[in-house]
């Protein structure tokens, strides 16, 4: 008799929260060791979700139609009373012939969810099949026109009514299941650097200076010597912490506002002369792990990080000047990109006034960029900051921040 009852026979709905966890969790441990250092966690989260996602179901009312009629035997006891039946149980049932009315009910969302008791449930349980994305509710009896039409309205109400407790525990599992599948691939990453005694290894050692002089000192510029992977198998990309990188921009920013409250002395100044105060002001505060210089450049415009011939920070220093040259400066940015961590930044000095009008251009432009992936969230009204992935690899991610100032004409 249970099979024939909806929202029952599988039992609690927890239970298939935990099936579907464990089948997640199953299958990220699954994968290679390789693979899962190397993917990117972020696209890797996003596509686990879309498979483990539980869709509510929805009843589609408006497609809702009957099978044909057919003729049934209808047991009919010849005691209505259930005690007198149970007593006089071996006396048989009559039989009489009826209709069997057949209502089918497409839907929309996980089948298998009807089979499954939400946490809300009634003392009455709704009957019916599942097959497929239909429900199937079955009539047998001598029912007049309106008898029948109200008690599968009233079936019908009465799985809605299920359903809407369903909901309430889907809910709150589909909005648990991102954290849960992320923690699961970090824990894995994790554990896999831990054994592979790599986790060390993966920021470049560059630190605050213990003091900044007043005066800038001559930029001497050279290579960053740090401390190569200890591994041969698998080889980590070298990376900035976000934790330097918020503070080269932070520093890029403090000598945005000296350059606008003392514009005679910047206004005549070109893109290699005005990077080249960035240069000094960031060496002046930053130190390799053995004390030299760690900015650089390597065009007429660029400042940059490198470590073994590759760079893991990059800022171009460019006039505004169009739609055009604006995503060329973007394009040449990512000449020079090779690892996956690598952070980015755009200084735009705007001479053309109107700073608001290309405020409101800038994020329309990025999202037409080809290696545009999503927003970012950043403080200040002339800062933006986004996700790119490099070219020809799109699970390989870096982070670009843009921003804008106005430096005054001659």
């Not at 029952?8 to 579907?20: D, E, M, R, S, V």
């Not at 006034?353 to 037409?368: M, S």
């Amino acid at each position: 008799m249970q099979e024939n009852y909806l929202f029952y026979k599988k039992g609690q709905l927890t239970n298939y929260f935990n099936y579907i966890k464990a089948e997640a969790e199953k299958e990220i441990n699954e994968f290679s060791e390789e693979y899962i250092l190397n993917v990117n966690e972020e696209n890797l989260t996003k596509a686990l979700i879309e498979k483990y996602f539980l869709m509510v179901p929805a009843l589609k009312l408006d497609k809702i139609y009957q099978l044909e009629p057919e003729e049934v035997d209808i047991e009919v006891p010849f005691f209505q009373d259930p005690i007198i039946r149970k007593a006089f149980k071996q006396i048989k049932s009559r039989y009489t012939k009826g209709t069997k009315i057949t209502i089918v009910i497409p839907f929309d969302g996980n089948p298998e969810l009807f089979d499954f008791q939400p946490s809300t449930y009634l003392a009455k349980l709704p009957q019916g099949k599942g097959l497929g994305n239909e429900l199937y509710l079955e009539y047998k009896s001598e029912y007049d026109k309106n008898t029948l039409k109200n008690e599968i309205n009233s079936d019908i109400q009465l799985i809605q009514k299920y359903i809407n407790y369903l909901k309430e525990d889907i809910d709150k599992f589909n909005s648990s299941l991102e954290n849960y599948i992320r923690n699961l691939i970090n824990a894995r990453k994790s554990r896999l650097l831990q054994a592979r005694n790599l986790a060390m290894s993966l920021e470049i050692p560059i630190k605050k200076r213990t003091y900044a002089p007043l005066t800038f000192p001559i930029s001497i510029r050279k290579k960053i010597d740090l401390p190569k992977p200890t591994t041969e198998k698998f080889e980590p990309e070298p990376t900035l912490s976000m934790e330097i990188y918020e503070e080269i921009i932070r520093m890029l920013q403090n000598m945005i506002i000296a350059m606008e409250r003392s514009p005679k002395t910047f206004s005549k100044l070109k893109e290699e002369e005005l990077r080249d105060f960035f240069l000094v002001v960031l060496n002046a505060n930053f130190e390799g792990e053995a004390i030299g210089e760690v900015f650089n450049y390597k065009g007429k415009t660029d400042i940059l990080i490198r470590h073994e011939n590759s760079n893991v920070f990059i800022a171009e220093c460019k006039f505004w000047r169009g739609k055009e040259a604006f995503l060329k400066t973007i394009d040449q940015l990512f000449k020079y990109v090779t690892w996956r961590d690598t952070k980015l930044a755009i200084l735009i000095f705007n001479r053309e006034g109107n700073l608001k009008t290309i405020l409101e251009k800038i994020p329309k432009l990025v999202e037409t960029h080809s290696l545009y992936k999503r927003n970012l969230e950043i403080e200040g009204e002339t800062k933006f900051r986004y996700i790119f992935h490099i070219p020809n690899d799109p699970n390989r991610e870096v982070i670009l921040t843009i921003m804008v100032f106005d430096i005054p004409k001659s």
